[in-house]
């Protein structure tokens, strides 16, 4: 990348963005409100190119409606550097006047790319990495839609019927689909638990003889109608299938998260290492972008993922660590869990774990020490394009 001579400072919004273009001394050299169109972004891009050819453009978000922008950005082959909102905002504090507006947040994103060597370039991902951040995405959104419809469904049951609602763990498929026939006490002990056992066994539910015989243990022990109970046994198999719908869309988004997963060439690499399936390995690509480029080192990467304590010394006090402020809170979501699923198939990483609870960590301290250590690891097998290889066992010596 050549030395800039001007700086492009773009503040964000939905429908506008707002440029300001400054120069070495700081001084404003184009000040302009943008409609998010293409035709006005490409006229804004030749204008400031106009300006000059060597130019650092600067954006405070770097998604959604900044998509457009970067898009067309990048297919100029236009450098980008990106300041998160906190930091623009932390930053605006320390300049004169106490007004805000958009221009003055543009030019204080410009101005903080002019001062600052320490913002990383945003870069292009591959297609893959972008089709698994669309579709790990909205699948984080089902999962959490699921989470509350089951919610919503757990507190249906207590206005009626609280024993079944304690009976079931509605977190599995089988309990759910109970609930699409069978609600209330009185119609569970009609039926019996030999016929709810068939009735189950034909919608292929697993353990159908011992959910059946226990939603009749919670019919026995509730005799009283409540009020209402009609009307909410209806409401509890509306949710109940909505549940239901959520969880086909979800395993056909788990199906296209594998197929364009198992298509990026690092697929097999990351796969490979212990505690790493197809759904963290997806995750891992969104949050990264499909290649290393962008982490010079495994250090590098462990602090982007929130794993590499960062030291608060302050006058006497030394040796304070604590977990980075600012990290992919996604990214650490992989590190963590995989980790943990690492514990009951990988022995190095066992002994590892057993080894840092043994000097007195915690639960999460210790978890959170393996995921470090297996950052290295994950690290040199994409850079090297290696498969991970466990240690040969070594027996103690006679």
């Known amino acids: 990348m050549a030395v800039p001579q001007i700086w492009a400072g773009m503040d964000i919004g939905k429908e506008h963005h707002h440029c300001v273009v400054i120069n070495e001394r700081g001084e404003r050299l184009l000040s302009r409100r943008v409609l998010n169109d293409e035709a006005a972004l490409l006229e804004l891009i030749r ?28 297919n100029h082959g236009q450098p980008m550097a990106y300041l998160t909102g906190l930091a623009v905002h932390r930053a605006s504090g320390t300049y004169r006047g106490g007004g805000k507006t958009d221009a003055k947040d543009a030019f204080v994103i410009a101005d903080q790319a002019r ?21 790990t995405t909205r699948r984080t959104d089902l999962a959490g839609d699921r989470t509350r419809q089951i919610n919503r469904l757990r507190a249906q049951l207590l206005e009626f019927f609280p024993a079944l ?42 353990s159908a003889a011992a959910l059946a015989k226990a939603v009749l243990e919670a019919a026995q022990a509730q005799h009283t109608a409540l009020p209402g109970e009609t009307l909410a046994a ?14 086909e869309e979800i395993a056909e988004l788990d199906a296209l998260i594998e197929a364009r997963f198992r298509e990026h060439p690092h697929a097999e690499v990351i796969c490979s290492l212990p505690g790493m399936g197809t ?17 010079a080192s495994a250090d590098r990467l462990a602090g982007y993922g929130g794993v590499a304590p960062a030291a608060r010394d302050s006058g006497r006090i030394s040796g304070n660590h604590h977990r ?54 994950l690290w040199a097998m994409i850079r090297d394009g290696a498969c991970y290889q466990s240690a040969p066992s070594v027996a103690p010596a006679v």
Not at 55 to 70: T, Y
Not at 362 to 374: E, F, N, P, V
Request: with cysteine.
């Open 47 to 74: 204008d400031v190119l106009d300006i000059d050819q060597e130019v650092l453009w600067a954006v405070d978000v770097n998604h959604g409606s900044a998509a457009l922008l970067i898009g067309l950005l990048l």
């Open 115 to 135: 001062m600052r060597r320490d913002l990383g370039l945003l870069r292009p991902g591959d297609e893959i990495a972008v089709d698994l951040r669309i579709l």
């Open 165 to 206: 609602e304690r009976a079931l763990d509605l977190t599995n498929k089988g309990p759910v689909i109970l609930l699409t026939g069978y609600q209330t006490p009185a119609a569970i002990r009609r039926a019996g638990a030999r016929r709810i056992e068939t009735w189950l066994r034909n919608r292929k539910v697993r």
């Open 234 to 247: 209806g409401m509890a198999v509306r949710l109940a299938k909505a549940v239901m719908v959520l969880d």
């Open 279 to 295: 759904q963290l390995g997806a995750e891992f690509i969104a949050a990264t972008g499909g290649h290393m480029t962008a982490f």
């Open 324 to 377: 980075p402020r600012r990290y992919h809170r996604g990214l650490l979501r992989v590190f963590y869990l995989s980790a943990m699923a690492s514990l009951k198939s990988c022995p190095a990483s066992r002994t590892y774990y057993d080894r840092k609870r043994a000097e007195g960590k915690g639960h999460k301290q210790a978890l959170i020490a393996l995921a470090r250590r297996r950052v290295n690891v």
